[in-house]
């Protein structure tokens, strides 16, 4: 059964930092395109970062510097550290494959359950 | 960068059709992929490539896509499809993954 479960998420005080984590079953996330993408409460929806199979990352302008990506291959998870977190950052936070033929055609075809970060003092 | 507008709300009766709008400068020439997510739940993928239905996905939902405007029409609306909708494409101008603003569609 495919799963992308995350966790890490909490309470944090601004200037504060994460670790989040998803750990997938059903694929192997080194052979995939994984992302993140945040949902800040009552709104939509924001692609923060992504990871391809050869390694490259890349951030959306409003965490660039500030989120870190990576993944870790034998346990088959992906990760996203959070640093110098502001209250602009509060959401929740998925993580999702992304599926596709080429670049212009990708999407997120499979999405964990998301984890909630706060950030407030 | 590239900029996605979507109605905030879209109403409709039980049994009659919704259809829920995605703008954009020549979006026709992109690749548009539309998500569905209800309350307290993570988003679903329900159409992709404009028009190609995911596995799972009612029959009753179908896309388009043609000039400044893509569409998500779903038929014969159920209570079920209450939701909010979002619509996606991938632009190299700036963050690649752009979303709309999402549609809150109720089934009145």
């Known amino acids: 059964e495919v799963q992308l479960v995350e966790s890490g998420g909490g309470l944090v005080q601004p200037g504060g930092s994460l670790r989040l984590s998803c750990a997938v079953s059903?694929?192997?996330?080194?052979?995939?395109?994984m992302s993140w993408v945040r949902q800040a409460p009552g709104k939509g929806l924001e692609w923060v970062s992504c990871i391809y199979s050869v390694g490259s990352t890349h951030y959306a302008d409003s965490v660039k510097g500030r989120f870190t990506i990576s993944r870790h291959n034998f346990k088959n998870t992906l990760y996203l550290q959070i640093n110098s977190l502001g209250v602009e950052d509060t959401a929740v936070y998925f993580c999702a494959r992304i599926y596709g033929a080429s670049a212009r055609t990708f999407y997120f075809d499979l999405w964990g359950q998301g984890t909630l970060v706060t950030v407030s003092s | 960068s590239y900029v996605l507008t979507q109605p905030p709300s879209v109403s409709v009766a039980p049994g009659r059709t919704a259809r829920i709008t995605c703008g954009g400068n020549?979006?026709?020439?992109?690749?548009v992929h539309w998500y569905q997510q209800k309350p307290g739940q993570a988003p679903v993928l329900v159409n992709y490539y404009d028009s190609d239905r995911r596995s799972g996905t009612p029959g009753r939902f179908s896309g388009s896509n043609s000039g400044n405007t893509a569409t998500l029409t779903i038929i014969r609306v159920e209570a079920g499809d209450e939701a909010d909708y979002y619509c996606?494409?991938?632009?190299?101008?700036?963050?690649?993954?752009?979303f709309g603003g999402g549609t809150k569609l109720t089934v009145l």
């Open positions: 996606q494409v991938w632009d190299p101008s700036g963050d690649p993954w752009v």
């Open positions: 020549n979006i026709g020439s992109k690749s």
């Open positions: 059903g694929f192997t996330v080194s052979t995939s395109y």
